[in-house]
């Protein structure tokens, strides 16, 4: 069994369904710092540096291990030549 079929049985439970439905901006807000990582072309290490912090904190950040701060978030996008921005969405 593959990790995509592996994910596909496991949301077949109503309570995982539901925990990773809460979990879905978190697991999209990792998916877009990782592909700004990578359009930039750096390596956490290289990443690191152009924001004055350690690696560690760069893998913390992208793992979902840390909450980090909009300010965090915003020097993150800068380092990668990105802009951030925020939108809202009536739910």
Known sequence: MNLEQLKKQ???NPEVKAEYDNLED??????????????AGLTQE???????????NISRLERGNTNPSWA?????AQACGFELS???HKS
């Open 10 to 12: 496991a949301l077949k």
């Open 26 to 39: 978190e697991f999209n807000l990792i998916h877009q710092l990782l592909n700004m990582r990578a359009q």
């Open 46 to 56: 290289q990443l690191a540096k152009r924001m004055h912090t350690s690696k560690s």
């Open 72 to 76: 965090t978030l915003v020097k993150y």
């Open 86 to 88: 925020l939108m809202a």
